[in-house]
C-alpha cells in the first residue's frame, strides 16, 4: 500500500514549520482541533466555569535511528475563547528540537490547506 506524505505547513509569526504528514496523521489533528473547537463553543454558553479538557495529540514516526514526533497542544482554560487560543506545537527529528506556539486559527488554516493540497492531488491524479 501506497502512503502519501505531504507537507503540514504552519506560520508562526516569522517562522514556516513544515512538517511531512500521512494523511491518517492530518485527520488525527484534525480531530483533536475539532474536539477543542467544541469545547471552546460549550464553554462561551456554559452557566458556570468549570474545569475543561484539554486536546493534545501526540504522532510519531520514522526508524529507531530517525525518530521523528510532532506534538500539539492547546488549553482551553487558558484562553478566554478560541479567538484568543494558541497551539503549543512540538517538532522533535533526528537531534533537533523545536517547540513554539501558534495562535489557534493559524492551525486550523494549516490543516485545511494540507486538506485542499490532498484533494487537489487525488482529483488531478
Known amino acids: 500500500m501506497h502512503t502519501d506524505i505531504r507537507p503540514f505547513v504552519i506560520q ?5 514549520l513544515s512538517i511531512p504528514l500521512e494523511e491518517a496523521e492530518a485527520r488525527q489533528l484534525a480531530v483533536g482541533l475539532n474536539n477543542v ?8 454558553t456554559a452557566e458556570r466555569p468549570k474545569r475543561w479538557d484539554s486536546m493534545s495529540v501526540t504522532l510519531e514516526g520514522g526508524s529507531s ?3 521523528q514526533s510532532l506534538q500539539a497542544m ?3 482554560n487558558a ?3 478560541a479567538f484568543e487560543a494558541r497551539v503549543w506545537l ?8 523545536v517547540a513554539t506556539e501558534a495562535k ?8 485545511e490547506a494540507y486538506f485542499e493540497q490532498l484533494r487537489t492531488s487525488k482529483t488531478v491524479a
Open 79 to 81: 484562553h478566554a475563547t
Open 65 to 67: 535511528d530517525s525518530r
Open 90 to 97: 512540538s517538532v522533535k527529528t533526528g537531534g533537533m528540537s
Open 104 to 111: 489557534l486559527s493559524a492551525f486550523r488554516a494549516a490543516l
Open 37 to 44: 473547537l467544541k469545547t471552546f463553543q460549550e464553554k462561551q
Open 12 to 16: 508562526v509569526e516569522s517562522t514556516t
Open 74 to 76: 492547546c488549553n482551553p
